[in-house]
Nanobody, 126 residues
């Protein structure tokens, strides 16, 4: 099975930046994967932030466009999320997720993602 471990969360003031990382292991070499970042704020449903297909195609939520950037280091099997110009409404638990998927782009459907990290807290203060 695929294991995902997030790191890099923490507390920051509004306008600041954080970089999340997700170390992945246990991949099946013959499979293609979609990976993504999701978040869940207290009292709210889990929502997609950004996904990246195995070909590098990225899909961003409107709230992330222009502020967040996803990247992948294939050599290290690590996914990154650079978050700039953070706002208090970005405060949430952030989760790395993966699913087997072949296609140029993959979309936000939490129920379709089979593998999840334990989550990491991002707290943005005003």
């Amino acid at each position: 099975d695929v294991q995902l471990v997030e790191s890099g969360g923490g507390s920051v003031q509004a306008g600041g930046s954080l970089r999340l990382s997700c170390a992945a292991s246990g991949y099946t070499a013959s499979s293609a994967y979609c990976m993504g970042w999701f978040r869940q704020a207290p009292g709210k449903e889990r929502e997609g932030v950004v996904t990246m297909s195995h070909t590098g195609g990225a899909v961003y939520a409107d709230s992330a466009k222009g502020r967040f950037t996803i990247s992948k280091d294939n050599a290290k099997n690590t996914l990154h999320l650079q978050m700039n110009t953070l706002r208090p409404d970005d405060t949430a638990m952030y989760y790395c997720a993966a699913r087997e998927y072949v296609g140029s782009y993959c979309y936000f459907a939490p129920s379709q993602f089979r593998y999840w990290g334990q989550g990491i807290l991002v707290n943005v203060s005003s």
